[in-house]
């Protein structure tokens, strides 16, 4: 017995100590690292599941101010429309009325009636009668009569090099023929100037996209330009079809996080 416990006690003796205490160390570093690596993946499950609850909140509530806006519009064109009706275009004050709604809606850059030949005939502030029978709003009009609010694609003024973007409705004579079109210039840059103020940290975006993909409007600070059109962008095609939802996707070296509202904060035809 007394020779067999000297024979493992040389064994041991040959076996260096560095290697014992790297293998030690070894095997404590592995730990450490799996260890590491499930609290990253914990902490990256958490920001995401906090990520996704809120920004769905911002896009709900920026998709609320979208949408009061243009309801607001809506219901100021339909008033239009029945005066137009009732005493004809050329007997409406354009310009007293945009006065009158100018504190509560002041996103409204001009009003605008279009006549049935397509040459915008009356407007705020007057000036002489123009040919647009070639602009989306007149012509979505002309082809057809939704009765609602149709919202076209961001416009580059002819005069100002300002966007606007351009809500407008089918009007009629009291007869019912065409009277021609009554159309509400709105300014992007009051959505820029709301989404400003949206908490979405340094590197966040905030858009509005209609369902064509065309961008309406950005938060200031974007490399993207209104006017854009992202119908072929992963974003673009993760949200389209979708009522509401969170993705994520990767651009560059940047995780990105986007969600859709519930309602879709584009005004479409």
């Given at each position: 017995m007394a020779t067999k416990n000297r024979t493992i006690l040389r064994f041991i003796d040959k076996i260096p100590i560095g290697a014992i205490v790297i293998a030690g160390a070894a095997a404590a570093v592995a730990i450490l690292w799996v260890a590491l690596f499930q609290f990253i993946r914990y902490q990256e499950s958490e920001a995401i599941a906090n990520s996704a609850s809120t920004n769905i909140n911002l896009a709900h509530t920026f998709n609320g101010h979208v949408l009061g806006v243009i309801s607001n519009v809506d219901l100021h064109s339909k008033i239009l429309a029945e005066e137009v009706a009732r005493h004809g275009a050329g007997r409406v004050d354009l310009e007293a009325y945009r006065r009158k709604i100018?504190?509560?809606?002041?996103?409204?850059?001009?009003?605008?009636?279009?006549?049935?030949?397509?040459?915008?005939?009356?407007?705020?502030?007057?000036?002489?009668?123009?040919?647009?029978?070639?602009?989306?709003?007149?012509?979505?009009?002309?082809?057809?009569?939704?009765?609602?609010?149709?919202?076209?694609?961001?416009?580059?003024?002819?005069?100002?090099?300002?966007?606007?973007?351009?809500?407008?409705?089918?009007?009629?004579?009291?007869?019912?023929?065409?009277?021609?079109?009554?159309?509400?210039?709105?300014?992007?840059?009051?959505?820029?100037?709301?989404?400003?103020?949206?908490?979405?940290?340094?590197?966040?975006?905030?858009?509005?996209?209609?369902?064509?993909?065309?961008?309406?409007?950005?938060?200031?600070?974007?490399?993207?330009?209104?006017?854009?059109?992202?119908?072929?962008?992963?974003?673009?095609?993760?949200?389209?079809?979708?009522?509401?939802?969170?993705?994520?996707?990767?651009g560059g070296s940047t995780a990105r996080a986007g969600s859709s509202p519930s309602t879709p904060s584009t005004a479409t035809r």
């Open positions: 100018a504190e509560a809606m002041p996103y409204v850059l001009q009003i605008g009636i279009i006549d049935a030949f397509g040459y915008l005939a009356h407007s705020t502030p007057p000036h002489e009668r123009i040919y647009v029978g070639d602009d989306e709003s007149f012509r979505a009009n002309l082809m057809v009569d939704t009765g609602k609010l149709l919202v076209a694609r961001p416009k580059l003024g002819r005069r100002t090099g300002k966007w606007w973007i351009e809500m407008s409705r089918r009007l009629y004579t009291a007869g019912g023929a065409l009277a021609g079109v009554v159309v509400f210039r709105v300014d992007p840059d009051y959505f820029s100037r709301f989404s400003a103020a949206v908490p979405v940290g340094r590197n966040g975006v905030v858009e509005i996209v209609r369902s064509d993909g065309i961008v309406t409007a950005i938060r200031e600070g974007q490399n993207l330009a209104i006017g854009t059109d992202i119908g072929k962008s992963q974003a673009f095609e993760r949200m389209a079809g979708r009522k509401a939802g969170f993705f994520i996707s990767a």
